[in-house]
């Protein structure tokens, strides 16, 4: 297992345009760095963890964060750079901090899990929350009714909560093969 102990800097980044992004989540511990490569429902989903279980478990409840150091220049290639197959989280409440476990495929079908493990500050995790819901709204928006992403612009979205139905779509004239009597 690689464990970073208590993090120096924890982040969240999106790379690439909108439709077609990649999500991590990076760390910083000394000199050593960490990418945290994982689909963007996973990451909308982290964000909400993280804030359930500061809800739930934190003694700091509602009280202001400090500013929080930042990842800074992030290397080409981190020392670890894992697709996640699987996050475990939990909060120690006496130090105020929530842990992180991640593993990737081949992790697990070891047995040799957890592969990762952090720590990050109660702040470092408020700050990552507000974080990740800037990154998870800045993509594509989504539809009302069914919750998917909406297309790029000039691109038709079919909902199934419209039953196939658009308004945007123009029905052909039908076609009569018949010529009519006059």
């Known amino acids: 297992m690689i464990d970073f102990g208590l993090v120096d800097a924890v982040d969240a ?20 760095y960490a990418a945290l490569w994982i689909e963007k429902e996973q ?4 964000g909400r963890l993280f804030s ?7 003694k700091l ?18 020392q670890v750079d894992m697709q996640v197959a699987r996050l475990g989280m939990d ?8 842990i992180l476990l991640a593993d990737d495929q081949s992790a697990m079908e070891r047995g040799d899990t957890p592969a990762f493990r952090m720590a990050m500050s109660r702040d470092q995790a408020v700050a990552t929350i507000r974080l990740i819901e800037e990154i ?14 909406l297309n790029f612009e000039g691109e ?21 093969d018949e010529p009519e009597d006059e």
């Open 136 to 149: 998870v709204t800045a993509g594509r928006p989504v539809c009302p009714m069914c919750k998917q992403p």
């Open 156 to 176: 038709q979205h079919f909902c199934p909560h419209t039953n196939g139905h658009s308004k945007e779509l123009e029905v052909p004239p039908v076609e009569d």
């Open 13 to 32: 980044e999106a790379i690439g345009q909108p439709g077609q992004r990649t999500f991590r989540l990076r760390a910083r511990s000394g000199d050593s």
């Open 43 to 46: 990451l909308a989903q982290l």
């Open 91 to 98: 909060y120690d409440g006496d130090a105020e901090q929530l």
């Open 52 to 58: 359930q279980l500061l809800a739930e478990r934190s």
């Open 61 to 78: 409840r509602g009280q202001p964060t400090t500013p929080v150091e930042t990842v800074g220049n992030f290397p080409q290639r981190a």
